[in-house]
């Protein structure tokens, strides 16, 4: 862009104005860029430390069993559309947290489980029993308020 030499001679003047007036300027993005990424990795595993346990809190409510006799005579299970209730446990305890990060930047978080039971239950309309994604969406305002909070 060509600027007039008005405009060129109105910035040698305020350039020369400011360093005879002692001012200086300093730049400090990336100290600003360096603290807002470890504030936002904090964030994300926080986060996902808080849906991990939100997970495990919502497949915790036990199986109803009614013992007569020394028998089990009947077992109330999840129905459609409910988190589904601990038998075993085992799918409770294999609730797992993971937090990728590729160089500076934070690439995702996982939370899932390794057994195929697990994912039987999140992804089958037959049994609809989703317990991850209906987890994240209830949380999910409380979530952005982790991660999207102001910067300390």
Do not use: C
Request: zero cysteines; aromatic letters at 6%.
């Amino acid at each position: 862009m060509a600027y007039r030499p008005a405009v060129l001679a109105a910035r040698r003047r305020r350039n020369r104005a400011r360093k005879a007036s002692g001012v200086r300027f300093e730049w400090f993005i990336e100290q600003v860029a360096q603290k807002v990424r470890i504030s936002l990795r904090r964030r994300v595993a926080i986060a996902g430390q808080f849906l991990q346990s939100k997970v495990v809190q919502n497949i915790s409510i036990p199986v109803r069993k009614s013992i007569l006799g020394g028998h089990t005579v009947t077992t109330v299970r999840s129905k459609k559309g409910e988190f589904p209730r601990a038998d075993t446990t085992l799918l409770k305890n294999t609730i797992f947290n993971v937090v990728r990060t590729s160089g500076k930047d934070i690439v995702d978080a996982y939370i899932g489980t390794p057994l195929e039971y697990g994912l039987m239950l999140e992804v089958s309309r037959k049994m609809d029993r989703s317990f991850l994604l209906r987890t994240l969406n209830e949380e999910r305002s409380n979530l952005v308020r982790i991660i999207d909070g102001p910067i300390r």
